[in-house]
């Protein structure tokens, strides 16, 4: 593992685990040495030739954090809640027998001092809300995996083209695949945004049973997604893109008692020296176009600049 992923792993594990300290009312040594057992457990299994390996390694440090922000979050929501019923029913209360209690002013006192510290706990309630919010937001920002399919985002697929096209020439063939699923927009307008996110993560997680534990997913934006292929030759990717074809196209997806079927597109290349990110993922988006406007539901490869 070269210096900089170290330094970058160690700032990420001394980060999250101070958002841990900072987020309990009483932190104790126990939580830090079982954040840190598990830390190590962590780095240990880390296969430092693998972008995968330690990219998912921080994020596992990141989602520690994030997965009790969103338990807070969600225990200061109900208690927010049940905050503002218990003050509408103490207002209620009030309302109702403040005229049997004209002699008894110490008893509305009371009420009111009641309506009083549940109205300021709910502006903390509220003020909490906003800063997990906020952070859970921050994490997601910083992370190199989509938040909805769990495959790797843009951001990450940036960075890995930007690592391979600095290198000049590789040792082993690399083929860029662009998967556009047809029709996206039809399943949205029929079935609703929800139908459309399970769709996402219903390709996303096809993808990881055909392909092999080296080749990498990246969600490049809306419905489509960017898959990289090493070590390979061009019979073997042709072999793979349709494998995914197949594997995409018969299996459906069900959701509300709709049996929801999609097809995708996909358009091939490889990188050639000299290439660019932008050049690798233009000739990819070429051959896509050419799939969806010879029929969709198909491959085709791109392998020249001219061609």
Not at 87 to 100: A, G, I, M, S, V
Not at 169 to 198: C, R, W
């Amino acid at each position: 593992m070269e210096k900089d992923d170290l330094k970058s792993l160690v700032t990420q594990m001394y980060k999250e685990l101070l958002q841990n300290i900072d987020l309990q009312d009483k932190a104790n040594k126990e939580q830090v040495i079982t954040y840190l057992q598990n830390a190590i457990k962590t780095i240990q299994k880390i296969d430092d030739t693998k972008i995968d390996s330690i990219e998912h390694a921080k994020l596992a440090f990141t989602n520690a954090y994030k997965e009790i922000a969103k338990e807070s979050l969600s225990s200061y929501k109900q208690t927010n809640g049940k905050f503002e019923e218990l003050k509408k029913l103490q207002q209620e209360t009030l309302d109702e027998f403040k005229p049997h209690f004209i002699d008894m002013p110490t008893i509305i006192q009371k009420f009111d001092d009641i309506q009083t510290h549940m109205t300021q706990e709910i502006q903390k309630a509220n003020e909490i809300i906003h800063m997990l919010s906020s952070q859970i937001k921050d994490l997601e920002e910083d992370s190199n995996i989509d938040a909805l399919t769990k495959v790797f985002n843009r951001k990450a697929l940036n960075k890995y083209l930007d690592y391979i096209t600095k290198k000049g020439s590789l040792e082993h063939e690399l083929h860029l695949l662009i998967l556009d699923i047809d029709d996206f927009k039809t399943i949205n307008d029929t079935y609703g945004h929800v139908a459309g996110d399970k769709i996402l993560i219903f390709i996303s997680n096809l993808l990881r049973k055909t392909l092999r534990d080296g080749d990498k997913i990246f969600r490049y934006g809306g419905e489509e997604f960017i898959v990289i292929l090493n070590r390979i030759d061009s019979k073997k990717c042709q072999e793979i893109a349709k494998r995914i074809l197949q594997s995409i196209s018969t299996n459906t997806l069900l959701y509300k008692g709709h049996s929801v079927s999609v097809t995708m597109s996909i358009g091939a290349t490889k990188y050639i020296k000299g290439d660019t990110p932008e050049s690798l993922i233009e000739r990819a988006d070429r051959a896509l176009y050419k799939s969806k406007s010879e029929g969709k539901n198909q491959l085709n490869m791109e392998y020249t600049n001219g061609h």
